[in-house]
């Protein structure tokens, strides 16, 4: 069993940064991959970036390239998606989730624990 916590949301101007962390509990923190997710009020929740296990290998959504970096320390099981660059159409509730994937997958289906998700606003 794995607990995640999310910290690090709220509110900004456009062109602003935010940080997200998600804190894992457990001692096999570095045998999950792990992703961050968004939804947004009445659309699906998507992918926005994930990485494998030693984060090595890392995704991005298309729409977050050259703009957020996910990271993860696997010394204080935590990962990080680092915001630069908001845009409104960033708004969005932010989940992060966990992985028995070796690798850094996208489906949300391939996910097997998820935390309570952390608001972020983007302001024009």
């Known amino acids: 069993q794995v607990q995640l916590v999310e910290s690090g949301g709220g509110l900004v101007q456009a062109g602003g940064s935010l940080r997200l962390s998600c804190a894992a509990s457990?001692?096999?923190?570095?045998?999950?991959?792990m992703g961050w997710f968004r939804q947004a009020p009445g659309k699906e929740r998507i992918i926005v970036a994930a990485i494998s296990r030693s984060g090595g290998n890392t995704y991005y959504a298309d729409s977050v390239k050259g703009r957020f970096t996910i990271s993860r320390d696997n010394t204080k099981n935590t990962v990080y998606l680092q915001m630069n660059g908001l845009k409104p159409e960033d708004t969005a509730v932010y989940y992060c989730a966990a992985s028995r994937s070796s690798f850094a997958p996208v489906a949300t289906g391939a996910y097997d624990y998820w935390g309570q998700g952390t608001q972020v606003t983007a302001s024009s």
């Open positions: 457990g001692r096999t923190f570095s045998s999950y991959a």
